[in-house]
């Protein structure tokens, strides 16, 4: 193994150092808007949450019933931060992983307030009352045009750079990445040409809806976090990823299985009798790249105990892997034949859909979050203590929010089968469970606006510098005094942590 030169240690950074000034500003919006949709959400989510046991509130404001509120609250969190926080990560990633800096950071931005402007256009659609009234898909109909033309001019770049790459591995996270690239608008234009361009009979169209749903989740959301994971756990603990084989079993079993869930929503009604089965087995078999996955990052992301200690970025990406074993043990359960009829109409679908979109999605992203900002703003997080409360209080309000939903919907829907008692014993039942993720919900916006705060101060670059900046921090200087990590592609290729960095996505 020949020794790495100061020369070409030199220029590594230097290229390094240009791809993040190059992408500085078009990643900084996505992060920072992104934050403000997330506390926008969050607030909805504690609106609608509260409303479901005190209904009297805000009972006067037409703009505030329930029925808008709640699909506002799903629509902020799926398009507005969940969306922009994977662009951010996409092109990011991307950029470092093809070794190519961006020319088109101009467009990107530009592209990125056009996306804005469809998701905030959507949810004064939603508030005002001109929702579809198909979950997840509840925008009026203009917006979903101005949202595909702006995704596109956002990751085509990402594209490009990696066509024009230099030659070399394709590494595992970009599988997962451009897998998502890809697959997002085959979802997306297949279900909006057929609900709304070509549009057949109602039943068909739910049916259509709830596999749009599902395939957004796993087919979007899903590889998105995963190709993160597997970027963040190497990268991080300069160790390789523990098993490349379960790497790729975990990527094609995903790309095979997800793309059959979703239809389990319509068990009962009068569609072709396999459909719905079909689909409850895909989920229930998504357990397994969910398992592939989640087991091998945890074996990478262990084997450097003093770093899981102290870094801030792979203790969020390892509650995000946890959330995702958490996610296939719930598409397993929910879906069996003796629960799907409980939970078919129950809470349970929300507390899943949180659990994915928030206590395993939304976690990897802020892991990637307090790794990627210090590259771009070179400046250290300005407090160990806040990014202490944004964790803890995340993941209490998360686990609440999500367990019990899961749970107060089965037994929500154990009352709801009780047929010969009146419905109220089915929301009497539900109770308790929609008091407590009231509560779970005010401590995941108070861990957020704190968030919030902290992410723009370090945009406004008044982070703290630091002896030891992030972007420049040597293998040995692996840690900031506030929990930063640094970037172990400045060893040398002929350095331990290098080799393993080599080996982190080779096959």
């Not at 033309?149 to 956002?154: G, K, L, M, V």
Request: charged share 10%.
């Amino acid at each position: 193994m020949s020794s790495a030169t100061p020369t070409s240690t030199a220029q590594d950074a230097l290229l390094r150092a240009g791809i993040d000034r190059s992408l500085r500003h078009p990643v900084m919006f996505f992060m920072t808007s992104g934050a403000a949709w997330l506390a926008v959400s969050i607030l909805l989510g504690l609106v609608s949450s509260w409303k479901l046991h005190s209904p009297e509130l805000l009972s006067s404001c037409g703009w505030l019933t329930y029925g808008r509120v709640f699909p506002a609250h799903m629509n902020a969190l799926i398009y507005g931060w969940g969306f922009q926080a994977a662009f951010a990560v996409i092109i990011w990633m991307m950029a470092r992983l093809s070794r190519k800096e961006c020319t088109a950071a101009g467009l990107i931005l530009a592209a990125g307030h056009v996306w804005n402007l469809g998701v905030s256009l959507g949810l004064i659609g939603i508030l005002s009352g001109h929702s579809t009234g198909m979950p997840w898909m509840e925008f009026p109909f203009f917006a979903w045009p101005l949202l595909l033309a702006s995704y596109f001019a956002i990751v085509i770049w990402s594209f490009i750079q990696f066509r024009v790459r230099p030659e070399g591995h394709v590494y595992i996270s970009q599988w997962y990445i451009l897998g998502a690239m890809l697959w997002f608008p085959w979802i997306f234009i297949t279900a909006n040409t057929l609900l709304h361009c070509i549009p057949g009979h109602p039943v068909m169209a739910a049916g259509i809806n709830a596999w749009y749903k599902s395939a957004l989740m796993l087919l979007f959301f899903t590889p998105v976090a995963i190709g993160t994971a597997y970027y963040l756990a190497p990268k991080i603990t300069g160790r390789p990823v523990a098993s490349y084989s379960m790497a790729k079993l975990g990527f094609w079993s995903l790309a095979i299985i997800a793309p059959w869930a979703g239809m389990q929503k319509l068990t009962g009604a009068p569609i072709p009798f396999f459909l719905p089965y079909v689909g409850a087995a895909a989920t229930i078999l998504f357990f397994v790249p969910a398992i592939a996955a989640a087991v091998n990052l945890l074996r990478t992301m262990l084997s450097s105990p003093e770093t899981m200690a102290s870094s801030p970025a792979l203790r969020f990406a390892s509650a995000g892997i946890v959330g995702l074993v958490l996610l296939g043990a719930a598409s397993a359960l929910l879906n069996l034949p003796s629960t799907l009829p409980l939970t078919q109409f129950s809470m349970s679908g929300y507390g899943y859909e949180i659990l994915a979109l928030y206590g395993f999605f939304s976690f990897v992203m802020f892991g990637a979050i307090y790794f990627i900002v210090p590259r771009l703003t070179r400046r250290e997080w300005l407090s160990r203590r806040l990014i202490k409360m944004h964790f803890l209080f995340s993941v209490y309000g998360i686990v609440t929010v999500a367990l019990v939903a899961l749970f107060g919907g089965l037994q929500q829907g154990i009352g709801q089968e009780q047929w010969q008692q009146p419905w109220q014993g089915a929301a009497t039942r539900a109770y308790p469970y929609v008091v407590a993720t009231t509560i779970a919900w005010c401590f995941i916006l108070f861990s957020n606006i704190f968030f919030f705060i902290h992410l723009t101060l370090m945009w406004l670059r008044l982070g703290r510098r630091s002896s030891h900046p992030t972007l420049l921090a040597t293998a040995h200087a692996h840690h900031s005094p506030h929990g930063s990590e640094g970037d172990i592609d400045n060893a040398g290729p002929g350095t331990p942590a290098a080799a393993a960095a080599a080996h982190a996505h080779s096959h």
